[in-house]
């Protein structure tokens, strides 16, 4: 318990002494979505219509930007060996690393997002529904993030982004769709995300646990 | 019951053995090759030249011949290679290794044939290349599995890490894969009214169904001779400087 926590506020300082790590991710979001009224419409009526994917696609587009810092520091100076020869955890260490990635990449976007209804015109009455969807499945992208992070390191960036990309396409798929119905067709495609979840968790967390491994094998 | 047993296990730890494999698929690769081809020659012929015509799709139908066979080999190459990233994650066992790197880029050069034939069947009859069916989709993400799996290989030098890396990724994508033909699924019906299904497979005529289960026959059996040749290839390229395969190249065995 003692580990957990001397581990988390670790992490919580590492991440929060380079604000690169908040700023990108927010900065890399809003272009993107400035490209799309700019690139294919300015109609609002259009835009709305289109706006849960645009803010899905953005939103996992930008998730790529964290895959590789998740892992890579940590790597490359040598604490993972440490952590990896002293026996610690590597659950755990994955564990809290994905949990306070996710607090810095993908947090500020959910908040983000919500103004998405006077940029993109999104629904208003479908704002919950966007919101919960994406709290579910940027999660899931984490852990699928998490774990092309640690397959591709010491790799080049594009590969950990070929492989989580692929990855996500179904919490694409699902969360897209999530936000798209307002009323009766909400519940089941949040309940297929939120059951997508508690099937990530664990069999992600063993993989990744697997790619740590090889790399001091 | 107990002798079978051990006469299994017995073949799966000799499976795992580099010399022993090599030496074993030289004798097997002249049968299966003398098997397949011309199977796979009866089976086009038959289909192509004799089969019926189809009522509604006229000669095009024809391309069922290597279109479904193709596509059917993708998917199973790739629950093999699947199984093979289990059994080397849980065993270590180096041949499961070396058995995912030789059938990825078989499998994605299927997925290819796959998609490409269904595109020139699909132009004729449905009026388009490409439509963003569940099975189309699927297909397609298939193929980029495939093609992730190659890139991982190749970024890394030590084949051992290597071999460790794509299995685990071959695994969840195999997890993956089933999760989004579903969601495609689920997305599609209720976007669109209705989704073009390819045939279904009650319909179709015995006529036609004998050279098509002979074509799907001699797929597998092609698959399995460029698996044992690539893989052999593999061998050739990991142990060149071990003994036994001086040996054996030059004939002092």
């Known amino acids: 318990m003692n ?3 001397t581990f988390f506020s670790r992490e919580i300082l590492v991440y929060s002494k380079k604000s690169s790590n908040i700023i990108s991710p927010i900065v890399f979001f809003l272009i993107c979505i ?3 009224p700019l690139a294919v419409s300015n109609d609002p009526s259009q835009l709305s219509r289109f706006a849960p994917g645009i803010i899905w696609i953005c939103i996992l587009l930008s998730g790529m930007l964290s895959v590789q810092t998740i892992f890579k520091e940590d790597f490359d100076d040598g604490s993972l060996d440490l952590f990896y020869a002293k026996d610690f955890s590597i659950l755990q260490i994955v564990l809290i690393k994905i949990i306070v990635n996710w607090l810095f990449s993908a947090l500020p976007l959910i908040i983000l997002s919500s103004s998405m209804v006077f940029l993109l015109y999104f629904p208003i009455s479908n704002l919950l529904n966007l919101l919960s969807s994406l709290l579910i499945g940027t999660i899931i992208i984490s852990f699928f993030g998490a774990l092309a992070g640690a397959l591709s390191l010491g790799k080049n960036s594009i590969l950990a982004s070929a492989i989580m990309l692929p990855l996500s396409l179904p919490v694409l798929i699902l969360g897209s769709s999530a936000s798209t119905y307002s009323s009766e067709n909400i519940g089941f495609f949040l309940l297929l995300l939120l059951s997508l979840l508690f099937l990530t968790i664990p069999i ?7 790619a740590i491994r090889l790399h001091y094998e | 019951m107990n002798n079978i047993f051990s006469t299994v296990k017995s073949f799966y730890h000799k499976l795992g053995s580099f010399p ?14 003398i098997l397949g081809f011309p199977i796979f020659f009866l089976g086009i012929i038959w289909g192509i030249y004799f089969s019926p015509t189809d009522v509604t799709q006229g000669e ?9 066979p193709a596509a059917s080999v993708a998917q199973t190459v790739y629950f093999a290679m699947a199984i093979a990233g289990f059994v080397y994650v849980v065993w270590k066992m180096k041949m499961a290794g070396l058995f995912i790197y030789a059938m990825a880029p078989i499998g994605a050069s299927f997925t290819i044939l796959a998609l490409i034939s269904g595109a020139i069947w699909g132009q004729p009859t449905w009026g388009t290349w490409w439509i963003w069916d569940a099975r189309l ?14 890139g991982l290989y190749s970024s890394f030098d030590n084949k051992k890490s290597a071999d460790q890396a794509v299995s685990i990724l071959t695994m969840v994508g195999a997890i993956n894969l089933p999760i989004i033909k579903k969601s495609v699924d689920w997305w599609n019906t209720l976007h669109q009214p209705a989704t073009i299904k390819v045939f279904s497979e009650s319909s179709i005529a015995n006529e036609m169904l004998y050279p098509l289960l002979i074509c799907i026959f001699s797929f597998y059996i092609l698959v399995f001779l460029f698996g044992l040749m690539a893989m052999r290839a593999e061998i050739a390229k990991r142990e060149l400087n071990k003994s036994w395969f001086k040996n054996l190249v030059l004939g002092n065995d």
Request: glycine share 2%.
């Open chain 1, 3 to 5: 580990f957990i926590k």
């Open chain 1, 34 to 36: 400035t490209f799309f």
């Open chain 1, 204 to 210: 992600i967390s063993l993989a990744c646990m697997g």
């Open chain 2, 20 to 33: 022993w494999f090599y030496k074993f698929s030289s004798k097997f690769i002249p049968i299966v090759f």
């Open chain 2, 60 to 68: 095009i139908y024809r391309i069922i011949y290597l279109h479904v």
């Open chain 2, 137 to 150: 989709t699927s297909t397609l993400v298939l193929l980029l599995f495939y093609l992730v799996i190659i």
